[in-house]
């Protein structure tokens, strides 16, 4: 069973920085596509970033282009976000995604793309 578990959440002040990470678990063939989403209270979880794992192609939302840094570590099965110049609109919280069926790069902010999630870790960025 492909398990996913994030870190680094927290609180964090603005324009400060903070690195999620998402291990991932119990597979023999990895991911195609990882990804992070975020949702905050009362809106729709969004994307936030993806690699491709065969290229490390990365995808952002435009929102967060420039500050943002999504990257492997295919030694440790794990995937980070490195968030830098944090707003408090990026307060929410975040959960990785894996996606092991495949689909075009286009499609990477698109929740129901990917087959697993993990839990989501809180990050809240304080004005």
């Known amino acids: 069973q492909v398990q996913l578990v994030e870190s680094g959440g927290g609180s964090v002040q603005a324009g400060g920085s903070r690195r999620l990470s998402c291990a991932a678990f119990?597979?023999?063939?990895?991911?195609?596509?990882m990804g992070w989403f975020r949702q905050a209270p009362g809106k729709e979880r969004e994307g936030v970033a993806a690699?491709?794992?065969?290229?490390?192609?990365?995808y952002y939302a435009d929102s967060v282009k420039g500050r943002f840094t999504i990257s492997q570590d295919n030694a440790k099965n794990t995937v980070y976000l490195q968030m830098n110049s944090l707003k408090p609109e990026d307060t929410a919280r975040y959960y990785c995604?894996?996606?092991?069926?495949?689909?075009?790069?286009?499609?990477?902010?698109?929740?129901?793309?990917?087959?697993?999630w993990g839990q989501g870790t809180q990050v809240t960025v304080s004005s």
């Open positions: 995604a894996a996606d092991f069926r495949g689909f075009s790069g286009g499609n990477w902010y698109r929740p129901f793309k990917y087959n697993y």
């Open positions: 690699i491709y794992t065969g290229g490390s192609t990365a």
């Open positions: 119990g597979y023999t063939s990895g991911p195609n596509y």
